[in-house]
């Protein structure tokens, strides 16, 4: 398993040392760490198994898959959830997979669960309140559960070169790479895809060899060049929504937890600014890969279409790539996104109230803004 070993010395060392000695800060980041170290290790025994019990992951075959990709709070999780729907044709990532990508871990973990089933439903129990009691604050903004699509962060956490570091460890220009792998070296951008693969591979292999791949990123907005080289016949949708709303979202996923470990963080302190920048710099990098893409392997629609015709923005996915939709499937995504209408999010944020400004965001992404005419929200 890869590891990139500069990225989580140096986050050790600013979390320890880099910052005023408080003993809040130094027990929660070593009890996450002492859990990622666990699992880490567990996985890696997993994935040595592997070889031994499935040695034919490694032929499996990895052809023209789907990803989306799109800075955070873009609408992803959503079209996920809509396109996963045709089982039929796709093999989506559900979020414990993520968790465990071995295919001996998995098979036990399946194992477990049907005799729980069968007998007590205990491991079912203990999921359920797991997911209502860690992860149940995010229903409103991202609703996550562990037999759901979820993104790909769960494989890049063994990594260390995932955003999802920033929540423990905030401190994004130091850890720029953690969030931007197209700037790490390229022998380290090589063995992180390298892993990736071998990831979705075990995936396919257990959970439909002959279907196409369906995978969500956002961290992957900052990695688009490493994924083209990897994969070169993949198929990318990237989700396209006003800066002025995602960024400012994002943040306010993450603010609570930045001072749930440290309160002294304040909201429109360095960390947000910090982050906020790495958004933009995905925004922009996105952009300049939409301008070369070739049209037969990227597609890019817009957040606003998303929304307000669920549906025919999914449809226009399969005509655009040539996908089979079948007439279940079809009735599926129409049913989900009727329902999707009536949805009314709790989650309220502003720009300002993170120390983001007009002129800012004009500094960072203007021409952006003016090509597709977003708007500047007022703060």
Same mark, same amino acid.
């Given at each position: ?42 996985? *890696?025994?997993? =994935?040595? $198994?592997? +070889? ?6 490694? &032929?499996?075959?990895? #052809? ?122 390229? *022998?380290?951008? =090589?063995? $992180?895809? +390298? ?6 591979? &075990?995936?396919?292999? #257990? ?173």
């Amino acid at each position: 398993m890869y590891l990139n070993l500069g990225l989580i010395t140096k986050a050790l060392y600013l979390s320890y040392f880099g910052k005023p000695f408080q003993l809040r800060r130094w027990v929660i980041v070593s009890f996450f760490m002492y859990l990622l170290c666990l699992f880490w290790i567990v996985v *890696a025994i997993g =994935r040595a $198994l592997d +070889h031994i019990l499935y040695p034919g992951f490694r &032929r499996q075959k990895i #052809l023209r898959p789907v990803f989306i990709i799109a800075p955070p709070r873009s609408g992803t999780s959503f079209l996920q959830k809509l396109l996963a729907k045709n089982r039929h044709t796709f093999a989506p990532v559900l979020m414990y997979q993520t968790i465990f990508p071995s295919i001996t871990l998995q098979k036990l973990i399946h194992a477990i669960a049907d005799a729980s089933q069968k007998k007590t439903h205990l491991l079912f129990d203990i999921a359920s309140w797991i997911e209502r009691h860690c992860f149940g604050g995010w229903d409103g903004m991202h609703k996550m559960r562990f037999a759901q699509p979820e993104e790909d962060n769960g494989f890049f956490v063994y990594t260390f070169v995932t955003e999802a570091i920033y929540l423990l460890f905030p401190f994004v220009r130091a850890l720029w790479g953690a969030g931007f792998a197209d700037d790490l070296p390229p *022998a380290q951008r =090589r063995r $992180l895809m +390298h892993y990736y693969r071998s990831c979705l591979q &075990r995936h396919l292999y #257990l959970n439909g060899p002959d279907k196409i791949l369906l995978s969500k990123g956002t961290q992957l907005s900052g990695s688009i060049l490493s994924l083209r080289e990897e994969f070169p016949d993949a198929r990318v949708i990237t989700v396209l929504r006003n800066p002025a709303e995602s960024i400012a979202s994002h943040i306010s996923v993450f603010y609570p937890v930045w001072k749930w470990i440290d309160p002294s963080i304040l909201k429109n302190g360095t960390e947000s600014r910090e982050y906020a920048e790495l958004a933009a710099a995905w925004f922009r990098h996105l952009e300049q890969r939409d301008a070369r893409a070739r049209s037969d392997c990227y597609l890019r629609i817009f957040y606003r279409d998303l929304v307000t015709d669920s549906a025919e923005t999914v449809r226009s996915i399969y005509r655009h790539f040539h996908i089979p939709l079948t007439p279940l499937a079809n009735r599926q995504i129409t049913a989900d996104a009727r329902r999707a209408v009536d949805f009314k999010s709790s989650h309220h944020y502003t720009m300002a109230e993170y120390g983001l400004s007009p002129a800012w965001l004009r500094s960072q992404l203007g021409p952006l803004m003016k090509k597709h005419r977003f708007k500047i929200l007022p703060t």
